[in-house]
């Protein structure tokens, strides 16, 4: 950060600023700035070649966005004590600390069956006790427990600070410029009554263009289908690579990565053994890819064909569509399987398929409540002639395909 | 590269194209494809989070700016053959294939005595060999050996495609808005006379805010002092590690790294056995990285404090000043060695100087040359009331120094 | 405009190029120059201070995009002659002519019954006779009479070059950013199927994206109540000068705003009397601003405080809505009477109310047709998951009321 | 305005406020609004199509900035009586309050001999009296009579708030991105020492690259050949016009604009009759338009002629260089009385020359302090390897000539 570690010149927003020491210890904790070397959108940079930004990056541009809501909630008499503004903030800044490798493309692969947000809620309370409970208050902001609800839906519901600023950088690093958000409307518009976040209803256009700017980021870029079967690429080869370390068979791995590799960790293993965790968090982006490099030249020819598929951009032919895509997987694997030898469960490595389903708005989720003129409160989606209705409320699912060409 | 692998969403120009084949069969090879994986501006990125981009990047838009070049002069009847317009868009494409990891800043570490531009002139030349002479035109060009000469000052000279390129999208990650220039204006205004590269009179105030953005960039980012000192502590990690290495003892490293890091390659190597050179296009950022974060929990208590450090952004305290520094560095040098004992070998790892020196306008490099209105040309210093004159032409030396607090 | 009359500056898309010497005559005739000063946006700057800008811009801008769009088609082999080229560049650079000062918001107030299109379409036709038939095929574009009817499409429909233009442009000048659409994806999607304009299927985001943001922009911007309660102060102060004339009240004015002050001109009067027409084409802003400067001295003290209004930017208290104005609009006009002892229809001047609607898709006008992978075709509001449902397709009405504190 | 008067949507900064009511007087006063209808850039939009922004635009924008700037100096511990922020404020509000119709282009023709400061001292005065004295403190700051006169310097000096303002805004609506400064880097680095404005010393490039950029925003836009060739056709307009009232020819001008003309007034008949000032606070650009568009078809064939000239955007011919250009005017001269037979007087409205210089940096003016690390400050030509020296600190005079082809 330049100028004595407080300002930092973020292209998306102009100077930004970092004055409470409360913040700094955290940002320099090398937990947070192993966020650094984790790219926020795992493998579209291989489409979107300026996509090179970080979960760092991102979690300073969202702790920004939360200081500017709670600055506008003030103008409002909304105020808050000076633990809450700082505990609010440290929320968001720590929101993403639980991401490994490459974000959400390995999120299931590397340790199965949890999330991130439970690994960034276990992170935050061992960096808490360290800290000496600097992060008590932040802790219960994440985890849905603070009395005062709403900062809660700030760090994270439909409409909060984190999706603002996830939206605008991604726009602004891929280039796809639909992506855009008038994030300084919104925060300017948000109000909150009965503990409840809501949005003054003049501001409805504003929110629809959010919501419908995150559809259009989601088909286009998130799930475009190029990264779509890049991440499945890379899935498949830690997939592989897991199967191989189970079988014995010895892998170059930086020892960070060994670990995981050749171990199958539960929820409950990071939850006795913290230095499960402390591992965890020395492992970034850098530990696969120089591993997926190496493995390229590896025996195992299954592996060392994903590593080279991967490493010279010569990814899976992939189709994304509303129908079914049994039978085509059906023939893909066929006519490979005629061609090459493998075996059934070989080929899963060269012809998978699944689905994936998005909310344009989420009637289960944390809604978005609009403050009307008239005093009372909905819905945005029972707002008269609103975009948001029952049709768009509906998940819309798509199945996909890849495969290699045979 | 999204929709059918010839348009790229660039965040700096919006979508451009590259519809000629021979360009994507250079793009798609792995050799290209690892430069997504070399921060263009090496370890900037620690003052300025948003820098995270590539030199992929930065040469896929210097080809692009190179095919603007081009048609621009077309419109003043300066026409080029199929053959010319490609392989002066493949030079520049490929001017910086070179470049190992952390761009220039180990330039000079991992391989002692070679620059990047001979690595990249001998990449080249091997990378031409594989495609059967595509690029026999693209080195000659790249190696000004090319009858039009102008073409090489296109892409190498005080007023190249590549500075424009690196100009603007570095302003554009860092968010420093003083370095954006007017490149379209520029481009408009070249011109070619006697074989050589020359910019139309009535541009010339924006070749002086070209200069003065380029003059304000190395200062302010570039030769940002903490910049420099994560730099150097880089410089000094890889050194600590080679002296180990050269010593015998057992260092972690990916198999690449390991291989330069036991070796001490000249020029020569790289010559006669090709391999070397193979092995080098397969380094980048993250075989360094990955290392890195290894020797921190390493025996050697030099190489592992070092790697703490910059792993948890614990940098240099750095000085750069147009006086001495080397009262200071005595004074620096005898506090370090009073409190912990390091000899005077091992206290250059901690304390050390050097100097740096950046030209405003250089009068021995590849000139500018102003196409002035009464059909004469001279150098941009001697226009009327320029802006570039003696004074700005001599080099502004600095020293500097980098200590750790004792 | 700079550099030799051919390329202009425009802060929207960068360095514009008008090479054509048939676009140059347009752009220099004093009927084309008058758009200099008719702001685009009406009375919006009252509200957005930066929406200064003009027809004249907004037309260069649309004329770009055309050539644009040309262009891609071409690429996908749907070439046009150059007679065609030019003359949808020129239908859509006069599209405007026939604009009257501050655009809409005067459009029915000045000349009663007479739209702008059917201005456009008999000055384009006056001007042709003036060009020598110069325009012949863009009037027949324009007109819609050219047998290939999408490039009157490209002119005037759902997704034309007009709309791309006017909402990037109006959310630059307005720093509404939430109208900024993808322009450029969408011309590159363009494609054209049995003469009709289609968009191909990968772009329905981007085309959903425009609908929104055009949606946004009317709600937001054009819509905005206050800009609504200018426009009607203006519309109030044109009808009362009118009314004054009528009774052979001497007001000051511009000879040529006199002219059509005291006349009832109806559209027959601009067919057959065509200095009719070169009058009304010496009409801009500064004419109705200059006498409405003078119209707030002036005795009628109706015209007088209306203009003062406008001036001091006193504007009506407006309120928009869903429901019905009606009682509400009967208890200000009482209140106002009882003050000021007003007649029924003085007060008309202080209270007025009206209704606006607007489609965010109209299934009645030019649709918007989009190429499916599979070969056919289909409208967009029949596309799987698509935002553009019926309801969307129905209009919404709004019913306003303007009116003055009592 | 938007959102309740006092937040704007300003496309150069985003949403920028208005909370003092204070502040708020002065915008809705008529004398204020009447800046929206002064263009900025005089007759710059016939180069630059885009530069139609207002003189009540920039005066907002440059409000804004003294409030950032005073918040800055608030972090650094000069802190400022709500009086004195108010004041600065208010004084840079209303700085150019004095501007008549197109700004500079006519500063001297209309009223002669007092420029548009005197008058905007003038008009703050009685606005003041008006307003019972809320001016008192601002008037002081505006006239260099407050004790704190560094404030005074951001009102006016090299490095004022006006001139980042107007860099950046004219920028912005030409398109011209190279005029963009890093005004929030220079605000952030400001200081005050010894009651003077200063800049910390690692600004110095940033300082260095804000005087470059308004030179060439000089040489290549406000002095651009075209625009000055526009502004002394308007200037010849209004000398000729005069010139017939003053020989009691009887022309058509709003009741204003007719005052100013057949009248001669002195600073003397300001100040001893104030309605001359409340008559001056009438006029704007639509006066000098809708009398320009009259005058086109007036008899006297010399002003006819400047003004269809103008109307049709066939402006003089003109040259601007460093070189004389008397012989050059003679044979201009010569051809056209051969051609027309005009006397020589009239031919003064057809061929006319002049001078203009510019200081990059003025020694004489208020100049720029840096504020050194090591706790001195000297001038910024003082400054090791600075780019402003005494070849900069020269003014740089060139000659021009204007004149229509024979």
Not at 25 to 48: C, N, S, T
Not at 278 to 290: E, K, P, Q, Y
């Amino acid at each position: 950060m330049s100028i004595s570690g407080k300002i930092i010149n973020d292209p998306v927003y102009g100077f930004i600023r970092f004055p409470e020491p409360e913040l700094m210890v955290v940002v320099e904790h090398p937990w947070f700035q192993r966020l650094r070397h984790i790219k926020q959108m795992g493998m579209a940079h291989l489409v979107y070649p300026g996509a090179t930004h970080t979960r760092f990056h991102h979690s300073l541009g969202a702790c920004h966005l939360m200081g500017k809501a709670l600055d506008e909630l003030k103008l409002k008499d909304i105020a808050h004590s000076k633990e809450e503004y700082i505990s609010a903030r440290l929320a968001i800044l720590l929101h993403d600390i639980g991401h490994g490798p490459f974000s959400h493309a390995l999120e299931h692969s590397l340790v199965e069956g949890v999330n991130h947000e439970t690994l960034s809620s276990l992170i935050i309370q061992r960096l808490n006790v360290q800290l000496n409970g600097l992060l008590n208050t932040a802790l219960q902001v994440f985890d849905h427990a603070y009395p005062r609800q709403y900062l809660h839906q700030l760090v994270s519901s439909q409409l909060d600070v984190d999706r603002m600023d996830y939206l605008n950088r991604d726009s602004f690093y891929t280039g796809v410029s639909e992506g855009v958000i008038g994030y300084d409307r919104i925060l300017q518009m948000l109000t909150v009554k009965n503990n409840e976040l809501m949005v003054e209803e003049k501001a409805v256009q504003s929110v629809e263009k959010f919501i419908i700017a995150r559809r259009l980021m989601y088909w286009q870029v998130y799930l475009h289908k190029t990264v779509l079967g890049a991440e499945q690429l890379l899935v498949n080869i830690l997939k592989r690579a897991k199967e191989l370390a189970k079988a014995g068979y010895a892998l170059f791995a930086t020892p960070a990565l060994h670990y995981f590799l050749y171990r199958q960790l539960s929820l409950n293993d990071f939850i006795t053994t913290p230095s499960n965790l402390d591992l965890f968090c020395t492992l970034d982006d850098s530990d696969i890819w120089a591993s997926i490099k190496v493995w390229a030249t590896q025996d195992d020819v299954i592996l060392s064909r994903l590593c080279s598929m991967i490493m010279e951009r010569n990814l899976y032919k992939t189709i994304l569509t509303s129908e079914s895509v049994e039978n085509l997987e059906e023939e893909k694997r066929k006519k490979l399987k005629n061609k090459w030898g493998y075996t059934d469960h070989e080929l899963n490595y060269f012809v998978c398929s699944g689905s994936t389903s998005n909310h344009t708005y989420n009637m289960q989720d944390e809604k978005i409540t609009i403050a009307l003129k008239n005093g009372n409160s909905c819905d945005i989606s029972q707002i008269d002639n609103t975009l948001i209705n029952q049709t768009l409320a509906r998940p819309v699912h798509k199945n996909y395909i890849c495969y290699v060409h045979s």
